[in-house]
């Protein structure tokens, strides 16, 4: 586990930790690592689990899917993220959500039951585990917030407004890279990939954005630019 303190120390989750506590908590908490290829499941719907992961190599995507196979992405996670705490912390919690390898990755996953427990070799740092805890899950409910008021807007050209310029904000920048390709954006605001090309197209004609690949600069006035610096 050694050669992943880098990754560790960078993870929101062992914040304020040291090498050895962190070890010593990977120990505590059955620290399992897994390689999973591109597009394989790591968690499913209809199943549960007492394990939450810590991506570790590569990416995951957390997604809904019905029974046609359509998906809806929820979130991307990269390296140092989290995914499946809420439900490792519910014993027989149902999942509803399943996760899967963006690319070939590696994980460790993590009994967070044993965090809930007193522990007599990592009971020193159960508070700033239970803090780091509780500031991931406040994170990801205000990710989820930021989808819900994206996905909630009207039409296609509104949905990706709303997402381009929350990213615009979040990385303080008017150029800036997202995280999915085109295909995941459409799924992440539930929209049809050729509708959401089509507004692309006529957004960049307008002179609103500019884009190659997943790299997007938007155009706006000079007090649009102060306020997004701001």
């Known amino acids: 586990m050694k050669k992943y303190l880098p990754i560790l120390r960078n993870s929101p989750f062992f914040k304020g930790l040291s090498d050895n506590e962190i070890l010593s908590i990977l120990h505590c908490v059955n620290g399992t690592i ?25 990416c995951v995507l957390i997604i809904q899917e019905d029974l046609w196979g359509h998906r809806n992405i929820l ?3 990269h390296t140092s993220d989290f995914f499946g705490e809420p439900y490792a912390a519910s014993p027989g919690a149902v999942l509803n959500i399943s996760v899967v390898a963006d690319g070939d990755c590696e994980i460790i996953f993590l009994n967070i039951q044993r965090l809930l427990v007193t522990c007599p070799t990592a009971c020193e740092h159960h508070q700033k585990l239970i803090r780091n805890l509780v500031s991931v899950l406040a994170n990801k409910i205000l990710t989820l917030n930021d989808k819900i ?11 990706l407004l709303s997402y381009l310029s929350a990213e615009s904000a979040r990385q303080s920048s008017l150029s800036f890279d997202i995280p999915f390709d085109r295909q995941q954006l459409a799924d992440y605001l539930c929209i049809d990939r050729a ?10 004609k307008e002179g609103f954005i500019k884009t190659n690949r997943n790299h997007f600069e938007l155009t706006v006035s000079d007090d649009e630019d102060l306020r997004i610096k701001m």
């Open 34 to 58: 897994i390689s999973k290829e591109r597009d394989s499941y790591i968690f499913r719907a209809g199943d549960s689990t007492d394990v939450m992961g810590l991506v570790i190599s590569g």
């Open 75 to 77: 979130s991307k996670c």
């Open 149 to 159: 008021t994206h996905v909630g807007k009207r039409t296609t050209r509104d949905k």
């Open 195 to 204: 509708a959401m090309s089509t507004e692309i197209s006529k957004l960049q």
